[in-house]
Protein backbone atom coordinates (compact mmCIF):
# COMPACT_ATOMS: atom_id res chain seq x y z
CA UNK A 1 0.00 0.00 0.00
CA UNK A 2 1.07 3.42 -0.92
CA UNK A 3 0.63 6.66 1.36
CA UNK A 4 1.57 9.79 0.48
CA UNK A 5 4.53 11.77 1.81
CA UNK A 6 5.09 15.60 1.98
CA UNK A 7 8.73 16.70 2.47
CA UNK A 8 10.66 19.56 1.87
CA UNK A 9 13.87 18.75 -0.34
CA UNK A 10 16.52 21.28 -1.96
CA UNK A 11 15.05 22.02 -5.23
CA UNK A 12 18.11 21.45 -7.61
CA UNK A 13 18.76 17.96 -6.34
CA UNK A 14 14.67 17.51 -7.13
CA UNK A 15 15.19 18.81 -10.52
CA UNK A 16 18.40 16.27 -11.15
CA UNK A 17 16.14 13.97 -9.76
CA UNK A 18 12.81 14.43 -12.17
CA UNK A 19 15.31 14.67 -15.31
CA UNK A 20 16.80 11.05 -14.11
CA UNK A 21 13.72 9.70 -13.98
CA UNK A 22 12.49 11.33 -17.38
CA UNK A 23 15.52 10.20 -19.08
CA UNK A 24 15.05 6.27 -17.78
CA UNK A 25 11.19 6.30 -18.59
CA UNK A 26 10.45 6.17 -14.60
CA UNK A 27 8.45 7.69 -12.07
CA UNK A 28 10.21 9.75 -9.23
CA UNK A 29 8.66 7.88 -6.50
CA UNK A 30 9.96 4.91 -7.73
CA UNK A 31 13.93 6.07 -7.83
CA UNK A 32 13.04 7.56 -4.02
CA UNK A 33 11.89 4.42 -3.22
CA UNK A 34 14.73 2.04 -4.56
CA UNK A 35 16.92 4.59 -2.94
CA UNK A 36 15.54 4.36 0.41
CA UNK A 37 15.30 0.66 0.52
CA UNK A 38 19.07 0.57 -0.85
CA UNK A 39 19.62 3.08 2.38
CA UNK A 40 18.05 0.63 4.74
CA UNK A 41 20.22 -2.74 3.68
CA UNK A 42 22.81 -0.46 3.81
CA UNK A 43 23.79 -2.02 7.31
CA UNK A 44 23.38 -5.66 5.95
CA UNK A 45 25.33 -4.83 3.37
CA UNK A 46 28.23 -3.54 5.60
CA UNK A 47 27.99 -7.03 7.64
CA UNK A 48 28.59 -8.43 4.36
CA UNK A 49 31.30 -6.18 2.97
CA UNK A 50 33.04 -7.18 6.38
CA UNK A 51 32.70 -11.33 6.30
CA UNK A 52 33.63 -10.88 2.28
CA UNK A 53 36.97 -8.75 3.25
CA UNK A 54 37.84 -11.44 6.63
CA UNK A 55 37.22 -14.26 3.47
CA UNK A 56 39.79 -12.37 1.37
CA UNK A 57 42.27 -12.06 3.64
CA UNK A 58 41.95 -15.54 5.03
CA UNK A 59 42.10 -16.79 1.45
CA UNK A 60 45.20 -14.41 1.51
CA UNK A 61 46.33 -16.34 4.65
CA UNK A 62 47.01 -12.98 6.28
CA UNK A 63 44.47 -13.45 9.00
CA UNK A 64 46.16 -14.74 12.89
CA UNK A 65 44.37 -17.15 14.68
CA UNK A 66 41.59 -14.94 15.99
CA UNK A 67 41.11 -13.53 12.31
CA UNK A 68 40.50 -16.83 10.56
CA UNK A 69 38.10 -17.93 13.08
CA UNK A 70 36.26 -14.93 12.73
CA UNK A 71 36.36 -15.54 9.00
CA UNK A 72 35.36 -19.01 9.16
CA UNK A 73 32.38 -19.03 11.73
CA UNK A 74 31.28 -15.13 11.21
CA UNK A 75 27.89 -16.61 12.47
CA UNK A 76 29.22 -17.33 15.88
CA UNK A 77 30.23 -13.94 16.04
CA UNK A 78 26.80 -12.14 15.26
CA UNK A 79 27.71 -9.14 18.01
CA UNK A 80 31.30 -8.94 16.77
CA UNK A 81 30.40 -8.50 12.75
CA UNK A 82 27.66 -6.03 14.49
CA UNK A 83 30.04 -3.87 16.29
CA UNK A 84 32.48 -4.09 12.69
CA UNK A 85 29.84 -2.78 10.51
CA UNK A 86 28.75 -0.01 12.79
CA UNK A 87 32.83 1.00 12.81
CA UNK A 88 33.25 1.19 9.64
CA UNK A 89 29.52 2.34 8.47
CA UNK A 90 29.88 4.42 5.46
CA UNK A 91 32.90 3.12 4.29
CA UNK A 92 33.98 1.60 1.45
CA UNK A 93 34.83 -1.93 0.57
CA UNK A 94 38.36 -0.99 -0.06
CA UNK A 95 38.31 1.14 2.65
CA UNK A 96 37.46 -1.91 4.90
CA UNK A 97 39.91 -4.59 3.26
CA UNK A 98 42.40 -1.75 3.66
CA UNK A 99 42.17 -1.51 7.20
CA UNK A 100 41.39 -5.01 8.36
CA UNK A 101 44.52 -5.77 6.26
CA UNK A 102 47.02 -3.78 8.61
CA UNK A 103 45.12 -4.08 11.73
CA UNK A 104 45.79 -6.91 14.89
CA UNK A 105 43.63 -9.44 13.51
CA UNK A 106 46.93 -9.94 10.81
CA UNK A 107 49.12 -9.60 13.29
CA UNK A 108 50.82 -12.15 15.69
CA UNK A 109 49.33 -10.77 19.10
CA UNK A 110 46.27 -12.96 19.17
CA UNK A 111 44.97 -11.13 22.73
CA UNK A 112 45.62 -7.76 21.16
CA UNK A 113 43.09 -8.90 18.25
CA UNK A 114 40.36 -10.48 20.85
CA UNK A 115 40.54 -7.43 22.49
CA UNK A 116 40.37 -5.21 19.84
CA UNK A 117 38.00 -6.80 17.75
CA UNK A 118 35.91 -9.91 19.72
CA UNK A 119 32.99 -8.53 21.67
CA UNK A 120 32.74 -8.92 25.07
CA UNK A 121 30.05 -11.11 25.40
CA UNK A 122 31.65 -13.19 22.63
CA UNK A 123 35.28 -13.74 23.59
CA UNK A 124 34.95 -16.52 25.94
CA UNK A 125 33.72 -18.52 22.94
CA UNK A 126 37.01 -17.23 20.75
CA UNK A 127 39.27 -18.60 23.70
CA UNK A 128 37.41 -21.85 23.97
CA UNK A 129 37.94 -21.51 20.13
CA UNK A 130 41.93 -20.59 20.15
CA UNK A 131 43.04 -23.36 22.59
CA UNK A 132 41.00 -26.28 20.64
CA UNK A 133 43.43 -24.86 18.11
CA UNK A 134 46.59 -25.00 20.05
CA UNK A 135 45.57 -28.27 21.49
CA UNK A 136 45.00 -29.52 17.91
CA UNK A 137 47.95 -28.08 15.89
CA UNK A 138 50.21 -28.25 19.06
CA UNK A 139 52.53 -25.06 20.39
CA UNK A 140 56.16 -24.18 20.57
CA UNK A 141 57.36 -23.90 23.97
CA UNK A 142 60.27 -21.72 24.95
CA UNK A 143 62.41 -21.52 28.34
CA UNK A 144 62.41 -18.18 29.84
CA UNK A 145 63.57 -18.27 32.63
CA UNK A 146 65.22 -21.32 34.35
CA UNK A 147 62.10 -23.76 35.08
CA UNK A 148 60.03 -21.52 33.59
CA UNK A 149 58.46 -21.53 30.38
CA UNK A 150 56.19 -20.24 27.73
CA UNK A 151 54.75 -20.95 24.37
CA UNK A 152 55.34 -18.53 21.62
CA UNK A 153 52.21 -17.27 20.73
CA UNK A 154 52.25 -16.25 24.64
CA UNK A 155 48.89 -18.52 25.97
CA UNK A 156 49.94 -21.22 27.94
CA UNK A 157 52.81 -20.90 31.08
CA UNK A 158 54.75 -23.94 32.76
CA UNK A 159 56.45 -23.61 35.86
CA UNK A 160 56.74 -26.66 38.46
CA UNK A 161 53.80 -25.18 40.63
CA UNK A 162 52.21 -25.98 37.14
CA UNK A 163 50.31 -25.05 33.66
CA UNK A 164 48.34 -21.65 33.06
CA UNK A 165 46.68 -20.30 30.61
CA UNK A 166 47.14 -16.73 29.65
CA UNK A 167 44.51 -14.02 29.13
CA UNK A 168 45.41 -10.46 28.22
CA UNK A 169 47.45 -9.69 31.54
CA UNK A 170 46.17 -12.29 33.69
CA UNK A 171 46.59 -16.07 33.99
CA UNK A 172 44.58 -19.01 35.22
CA UNK A 173 46.01 -22.13 36.54
CA UNK A 174 44.92 -25.28 34.62
CA UNK A 175 43.13 -28.17 36.16
CA UNK A 176 43.93 -31.91 36.10
CA UNK A 177 41.40 -32.87 34.14
CA UNK A 178 41.61 -30.36 31.06
CA UNK A 179 42.93 -30.51 27.64
CA UNK A 180 46.11 -29.13 26.65
CA UNK A 181 48.52 -28.83 23.63
CA UNK A 182 50.75 -31.77 24.02
CA UNK A 183 54.01 -30.11 24.43
CA UNK A 184 52.80 -27.65 26.95
CA UNK A 185 52.22 -31.62 28.65
CA UNK A 186 55.94 -32.51 28.11
CA UNK A 187 57.62 -29.50 29.54
CA UNK A 188 55.26 -30.06 32.82
CA UNK A 189 56.34 -33.60 33.22
CA UNK A 190 59.80 -32.49 31.95
CA UNK A 191 59.90 -30.03 35.03
CA UNK A 192 58.16 -32.62 37.39
CA UNK A 193 60.78 -35.29 36.73
CA UNK A 194 63.90 -32.63 37.54
Request: proline letters at 2%; aromatic letters at 6%; glycine letters at 6%.
Amino acid sequence: MKVKFTTNINEELLKKVKMTAIKEGRNVNEIIEELLEKYLEEGNNMKKIIVECLEILREEQLLNAIGEKLAEQPERFPETIENMADYFEGQSREYVLDKLSTSSLVGADDELAIEQWIDEEEQGTMYRIIDIIDIENDVEMQEIHDGEWVSVNGRWSVTRNGVYRNIGESSELVGDMEDIPDAVQRVYDQLQGD
